[in-house]
């Protein structure tokens, strides 16, 4: 005669009916295995409710033939965006703009002395320099304005080149271009070739602080879109120079200091980035199709410790800095990054 539980045969157990969907060979399983453990004091309604607590609580193993939808993976730009808003409010955090870096020896093989002649030291520059450039950016809003996932910044940029080298002059800094920006950016819909894209517009400033004869400046607005996938971003930003007036005289503060800067900066700015086992190549290139005159600038950077990295960067063309816009040279440095671009 079957075993009993509380009065009732095992095989009256095995009659009841499947619990949560599972497979009856597991729920009878469980039954089983209950009775086995069993003292003779359940009832037979609590051990069905121990069985189906089980069944729901189970995990159920994945069906092999059914094939999970595939998820786009995130690129190394979506990764940034994400890390920048989640820390982007914290009081005691800066979010970077551009590359942060400081390259204790530059090398230049045609220093703009020219533009220096009616300066005390402007013999005395010498080919090696310092260079750094600071780079932040402020969030303007905690939610989303129009889209998901968009923004308001203020951004600010400082590039120093800074004459250590030159003893015999007091060591002077030779110049510093300050940046200042209002931009607003927003992911898109479009996603090419399994991508991600951002759209962007803003507005800038850029100067030299400079007196009369060396002062160098200009506004402009821009448009700006971008798509990185997985390691590789690039940038196309197109920009338009906001007009000033002409001077009246050389030394009058209000009119254009750099009226022709445009035949020699060009109207666009195009960058990109790809980072491959923790080196990051990045390029940045301006053109004038009209005056044949532009700008190109390659970086390299790789971890050393931390968040230091080391950075070496080459550079030919025009406008280095807002002084040297209409010099040509070629520039190489070396020294340390605090971030990337990616």
């Not at 971003?233 to 007036?245: F, G, K, N, T």
């Not at 700015?269 to 190549?281: D, I, M, T, V």
């Not at 290139?285 to 971890?303: C, D, I, W």
Request: hydrophobic share 35%; aromatic share 14%; proline share 5%.
């Amino acid at each position: 005669m079957a075993s009993k539980v509380a009065g009732i045969s095992i095989l009256s157990l095995l009659a009841a009916p499947v619990a949560m969907g599972e497979t009856a060979s597991a729920y009878d399983l469980c039954l089983l295995d209950k009775i086995k453990q069993s003292k003779g004091e359940e009832t037979i309604k609590s051990i069905r409710a121990q069985c189906e607590l089980d069944a729901v609580t189970s995990t159920v193993p994945a069906d092999p033939e059914i094939e999970e939808p595939e998820e786009l993976q995130e690129s190394l730009v979506d990764k940034r965006l994400e890390s920048e808003r989640e820390n982007a409010f914290e009081p005691f955090s800066l979010v970077a703009h551009r590359v942060n870096y400081i390259l204790p020896f530059t090398y230049s093989d045609r220093v703009n002395k020219r533009a220096y002649a009616d300066t005390k030291y402007g013999d005395e520059l010498r080919k090696e320099e310092a260079e750094f450039q600071i780079s932040f950016k402020v969030p303007m809003n905690y939610d989303d304005l129009l889209f998901d996932g968009d923004g308001l910044f203020f951004g600010m940029t400082l590039k120093s080149f800074w004459q250590v080298y030159t003893g015999a002059a007091s060591r002077p800094f030779r110049e510093t271009n300050y940046r200042p920006e209002l931009f607003y950016y927003t992911p898109t819909d479009w996603k090419p070739l399994d991508g991600s894209t951002w759209l962007g517009f803003g507005i800038e400033h850029e100067s030299n602080g400079q007196r009369q004869e060396l002062s160098r400046s200009w506004n402009r607005v821009y448009a700006n879109l971008t798509f990185a996938k997985d390691n590789f971003a690039v940038s196309l930003q197109p920009l338009w120079r906001i007009p000033e007036d002409e001077k009246t005289s050389p030394n009058d503060p209000k009119g254009d200091d750099n009226p022709d800067i445009e035949d020699y900066m060009g109207h666009f700015e195009l960058s990109s980035a790809y980072k491959w086992n923790g080196y990051e190549f990045t390029f940045l290139g301006r053109q004038n199709f009209q005056t044949h005159k532009g700008f190109a600038e390659l970086g390299v950077s790789f971890p050393i410790w931390g968040k230091l990295q080391g950075y070496a960067q080459y550079s030919t063309g025009y406008g280095k800095s807002l002084i040297d816009y209409d010099h040509n040279q070629q520039r190489i440095g070396v020294g340390i990054a605090i971030n990337g671009v990616l």
